[in-house]
């Protein structure tokens, strides 16, 4: 079985990954909570000096190395642009796109020498469009898209894809920042006339991190119910 390294497994749609996988794949996980569980490191990917700690765990755990990384882990601030402070500023930049830049910079080693792997970003609608109010979190969505595309160039000839799925609006934890009327509002403008399921986003990432997907890479797919297209 393929070993594979989930960031934010504690919660939506990370957990929800976690679950699908777990019946074909060894799954180690990472997210903020406190979890007795073996397959489980607790870390803070806002702090970069957390990258090779949790790295070591999981490979400690699969007694071998990591196959596949869902770079899953990420948190949403909605103010305008004069309103955040330069702390918050570190903070999403190093939780929404440093962690997912440098923790595949520590897989893709081993990566190399199975000549195989998988990566696969979770963005956002947000970085293919743009978010007013959430400046910071659309840009550090498009870079991580950008970097989808380049990584997948640097690493293509050792058989190893890198794709990310662009969520539209997904009922879980995060989107709980909209209260009633605001949940409605997203409705109306969603072409689907509703909101993602996480389910939806796991069983695209199984097929991403299959074998039949092997030609599929430097993709960004916009999983949104239409929320990209227009309206
Ligand atoms: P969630 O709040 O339910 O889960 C977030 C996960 O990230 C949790 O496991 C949490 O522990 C982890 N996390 C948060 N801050 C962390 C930190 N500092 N260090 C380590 N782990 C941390 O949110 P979700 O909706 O499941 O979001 C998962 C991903 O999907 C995020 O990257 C988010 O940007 C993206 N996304 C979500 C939506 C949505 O509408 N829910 C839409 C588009 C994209």
């Given amino acids: 079985m393929k070993n594979v390294l989930i960031t934010g497994a504690t919660s939506g749609i990370g957990n929800k990954i976690a679950e699908i996988l777990s019946n074909s794949y060894n799954v180690f996980k990472t997210g903020r909570r406190e979890l007795n569980q073996e397959n489980y490191f607790r870390c803070d990917l806002s702090n970069c000096s957390s990258i090779d700690k949790l790295v070591n765990s999981a490979k400690d755990y699969f007694k071998d190395s990591i196959d596949i990384l869902i770079n899953c882990a990420g948190q949403y601030i909605y103010k305008p642009i004069e309103k955040m402070t330069p702390a918050e500023t570190d903070y999403l930049l190093n939780l929404n796109f440093k962690s997912a830049y440098l923790l595949s910079g520590a897989v893709i080693p081993d990566m190399k020498q199975k000549k195989w792997g998988r990566i696969v970003n979770i963005g956002s609608i947000s970085g293919m469009v743009g978010e007013g109010q959430a400046t910071l979190y659309s840009a550090t969505k498009s870079a991580l898209s950008g ?13 190893i894809t ?3 799925i662009n969520p539209g609006w997904v009922e879980t934890p995060l989107a709980d920042c909209l209260d009633e009327t605001e949940k409605q509002e997203v409705i109306d403008v969603t072409p689907q006339k509703r909101f993602i399921e996480p389910v939806e986003i ?3 990432v199984k097929y991403l991190i299959s074998e039949e997907a092997k030609g599929l890479t430097g ?5 949104c119910a239409g929320l990209s297209i227009g309206c």
Avoid: M
Wanted: no cysteine; proline share 0%.
């Fill in 202 to 204: 796991a069983n695209l």
């Fill in 147 to 159: 970097f989808t595309r380049a990584l997948a160039l640097e690493v293509a000839e050792f058989n």
């Fill in 162 to 164: 890198v794709n990310q």
């Fill in 219 to 223: 993709q960004n797919i916009n999983l």
